[in-house]
């Protein structure tokens, strides 16, 4: 079939039709090239799939028609001028074997056309909803395989500014990933500019201060980092990220997707919201991905993921946990314990009380694992094993005793001079004596501790 490129007609004609059959339009663009089909269509016009007629082999093309639909004098303009830059990229980007190369740029019928390279092969937002989220291996492989891109295109100081799954494309004839549309790239002549410019991309995938207008080079690898995240989760950005807490929580997503700390420590580093803590350069972010990738055995991961599946889970229930620790967000963190501890069993915070038979039946993995964290990021000073060790010097048994357990509220500085202490009153600090946390929140709204302090299994 032969495609109409008249905006308004767009209709398919037979293969042997010189013009339109229904507007009349000549099909032959510039004498060369055959539209064939509609590939895609966005704000900046309409992409079509073609064939360069000028070469014996006549090969397939792709032919992108400027038909802006902004509106407004400066807008139009400001459009007309990302057009013709993205030929300007293409045409010194398209040189790398994984970007699309730009083969004409001109102007007819008073409309503006560029002429790429076709890449044969599905995006990675196609791949991900035929075949599924993306495992370790995978992601591993896409960032061996697009951080080279990167370096090239940072390296002719080009900001590309709208990486996602969409502009992706793993090319049919060697699996290799090509990284396309460059209609939203930015040429930064000096990398230390702070001048505001036109605000683009897409939202889900955009570094905080790109949406400022004010991108850098590392905020395409924020967009990177996003784009991982996605695959892994197959979960929106907006959902992956709290913003009332101000924390990625995309762990909390993966469901059973597990993946080995160092990724995803490298994850982490690359959609950190503040730029100073993201990686800085793509060199930067290949020297610890190439020191992980040489460690990196799927084999043994999945092994290990086999013996110690269980352990996975619990650790990706407590991802906030460590990251609060971490921090040093001892108040937050104490929260979150009982919060956790209170969905390990199946209750609700807000209404339900644990009882003497909750704290008997509950996970001794669980209880591990709190307790590890916390004794981990206090230096040994806070945790439940700590709590025990003191209260059962002071003589405390499974047997509440009130007496004990005044004494070992004192001990550990819930008390202070006789007196309960408030909640809002405690130091949350390392100041604190050993023992203070966890639990003060959990302690006050139960009450149940000699139970849990009798426990034996942590």
């Known amino acids: 079939m032969r495609q109409c490129l008249n905006p308004e007609c767009l ?21 060369r090239y055959w539209a064939t089909k509609i590939l895609g269509q966005g704000g900046f016009g309409r992409t079509f799939l073609a064939i360069d007629d000028f070469k014996p082999s006549k090969p397939t093309c792709v032919i992108k028609q400027f038909l802006p639909q902004t509106q407004g004098a400066a807008n139009l303009a400001k459009a007309y001028e ?4 993205e030929a300007g990229r293409l045409e010194e980007l398209g040189k790398h074997p994984q970007i699309p190369e730009l083969f004409a740029y001109f102007s007819t019928n008073n409309k503006q056309y560029l002429v790429q390279e076709f890449i044969e092969g599905e995006t990675l937002q196609q791949e991900l909803e035929r075949s599924g989220v993306f495992n370790e291996n995978k992601i591993r492989e896409l960032l061996k395989d697009l951080l080279t891109v990167l370096k090239f295109v940072h390296h002719h100081h080009v900001i590309h500014r709208d990486i996602k799954p969409d502009n992706i494309i793993r090319r049919s004839r060697d699996r290799h990933l090509v990284l396309v549309d460059f209609g939203a790239s930015k040429y930064i002549q000096d990398r230390r500019s702070t001048a505001i410019g036109t605000i683009i991309g897409s939202a889900e995938y955009c570094a905080p201060e790109q949406a400022m207008g004010k991108p850098i080079f590392a905020s395409d690898l924020y967009s990177l980092g996003v784009t991982c995240l996605y695959l892994l989760t197959h979960s929106s950005s907006f959902d992956l990220y709290d913003i009332i807490e101000s924390e990625w929580i995309w762990r909390e997503f993966l469901n ?4 080995s700390q160092e990724l995803g420590n490298i994850l982490d580093r690359l959609v950190e919201p503040k730029p100073k803590y993201r990686y800085q350069s793509v060199d930067e972010v290949l020297k610890e991905f190439q020191s992980y990738s040489a460690r990196f055995k799927p084999s043994q991961l999945r092994s290990s993921l086999r013996k110690d599946a269980t352990h996975s889970a619990i650790s990706l229930r407590y991802y906030r946990l460590d990251r ?3 921090e040093s967000r001892w108040k937050e963190a104490d929260y979150e314990s009982a919060v956790q501890m209170f969905d ?3 209750k609700d915070w807000k209404s339900d009380w644990l009882s003497t038979q909750d704290l008997d039946e509950f996970p001794a993995e669980d209880l591990r694992t709190i307790d590890e964290l916390w004794l981990k990021y206090s230096q040994g000073k806070f945790g439940f094993s700590i709590q025990k060790k003191i209260y059962q010097s002071l003589g405390g048994t499974r047997k509440h005793d009130r007496k004990i357990w005044r004494s070992f509220c004192d001990e550990i500085g819930w008390r202070m001079n006789g007196s309960w202490l408030s909640y809002s009153q405690l130091p949350f600090s390392l100041k604190a004596p050993p023992g203070n946390l966890p639990g003060v929140w959990l302690g006050f709204k139960v009450g149940y501790w000699s139970a849990l302090l009798s426990r034996t299994d942590f």
């Open 82 to 85: 990302l057009f013709a830059q």
């Open 324 to 326: 609060l620790l971490s």
């Open 344 to 346: 390990v069993i199946g």
């Open 256 to 259: 059973g997707n597990l993946i």
């Open 11 to 31: 209709h398919s004609n037979p293969e042997d039709c010189l013009f339109c059959q229904k507007c009349g339009h000549k099909l032959l663009l510039v004498e």
